[in-house]
């Protein structure tokens, strides 16, 4: 993508709904397909869970678009995931964000705004170092 108008949303800067829709299907076919966390959407219906990934980076990224999924903890709270594979999400997003053409800025701070609920994404066990 060429320079950007940073006075338009992050939302519209990426694109908006058609380019949100085909980045979430290349995004998906991504970690679907990736050997350290493919694992967990095994039994996910896709279709579903595609829907509520739009309307949640919609709604990140200052869409009009309201995300009417359930809270997030509560959605991944019972699956263990590591920061290390939270980490390995947010790569396949970053490496497909590029392939899209979004611009590097844009790029960093889709990152920044998905980062921001690492805490509620992941549920790696205590191992005494409160």
Do not use: C, W
């Not at 380019?19 to 679907?32: G, K, N, Q, S």
Request: glycine content about 6%; aromatic content about 10%.
């Amino acid at each position: 993508m060429e320079s950007q108008d940073h006075t338009k949303s992050l939302f519209d800067r990426i694109g908006g709904e058609k380019a949100l829709e085909r980045l979430i299907d290349r995004f998906y076919h991504r970690v679907t397909h990736d050997a350290e966390i493919g694992h967990y959407f095994t039994h996910v219906p896709i279709d579903k869970l595609k829907i509520m990934q739009r309307e949640f980076f919609a709604m990140a990224t200052g869409g009009p678009v309201n995300y009417s999924g359930r809270p997030l903890s509560h959605v991944h709270h019972h699956l263990a995931i590591s920061r290390r594979e939270f980490q390995r999400f947010t790569e396949h997003l970053i490496t497909t964000l590029k392939e899209e053409g979004v611009d590097e800025q844009d790029v960093y701070e889709v990152i920044a705004k998905i980062n921001i609920y690492a805490d509620e994404i992941t549920n790696e066990a205590s191992y005494g170092d409160d």
